[in-house]
């Protein structure tokens, strides 16, 4: 498990390579491999630990009875997930993790996490800080969703998205983290009405898309 990586992540962030190694023991860190389409967590399931992405990537989604899927959130390497059900005793998962390509996946005790051992090693709490601020940002993610799907036109939902995606690469010329299928899901709408529409804002000169790839035309950033 490379040490250094871990230490980048939101996590471990201001704790040093070799504490987090020390650390992973206590917080009773285990890695598991999953391939393409594999199902991490299962709706309904009550889980005990927190995951982090250290290759490949996941997609959080939610799926109804009839089979009709939303993709909440995706989660690549270094980015933590499930840790909100996982920090509630007996909550069963609202959701499913998939994994969307190859993907490594560690995964930490919650209880050993939240609750600091008889070692009383002296970085514990700033991992448990650092949980917070990844809830935090969940919650962020979550209220940004809500405003690219409030939209009723799927123009409007591709404008907000796209929108926010060129403010946060500060260009006009970016890749999305979704296929064009995820990207359906993620804002809610039917796969091929929303090509039909980006096809109509290529034609109009909104915009320039190669699969997940934008380049938003006629906008200053500045």
């Not at 471990?12 to 023991?25: A, K, R, T, Y």
């Not at 499913?96 to 709490?125: G, K, Q, Y």
């Not at 036109?153 to 890749?175: K, M, P, T, V, W």
Request: with cysteine; glycine share 8%.
């Amino acid at each position: 498990m490379d040490k250094n990586f871990l230490s980048k992540t939101i996590l471990f962030q201001g704790i040093s390579p070799d504490e987090v190694q020390g650390m992973l023991g206590c917080l009773g860190g285990e890695t598991k491999s999953y391939r393409k389409g594999n199902v991490i967590y299962h709706m309904g399931e009550i889980i005990h630990s927190i995951g982090i992405v250290l290759s490949g990537s996941v997609s959080i989604e939610n799926n109804d009875v009839w089979g009709n899927k939303s993709i909440l959130e995706k989660a690549g390497p270094g980015q933590v997930f499930a840790e909100a059900y996982a920090c509630i005793p007996n909550e069963p998962l609202m959701i499913s993790i998939v994994a969307t390509e190859p993907t490594e996946i560690l995964f930490l005790d919650v209880n050993r996490v939240l609750h600091v051992c008889s070692n009383a090693c002296s970085h514990h709490s700033r991992v448990i800080r650092n949980l917070l601020s990844v809830s935090f940002q969940k919650n962020l993610g979550l209220t940004r969703r809500i405003f690219h799907t409030s939209s009723k036109s799927i123009r409007g939902r591709l404008l907000s998205y796209l929108s926010f995606q060129a403010n946060q690469h500060d260009s006009c010329d970016f890749e999305i983290p979704f296929s064009r299928q995820q990207l359906a899901d993620y804002l809610s709408v039917d796969r091929s009405a929303m090509s039909n529409e980006l096809s109509k804002m290529q034609k109009e000169g909104l915009l320039q898309v190669d699969r997940n790839h934008f380049t938003l035309i006629g906008i200053d950033l500045e």
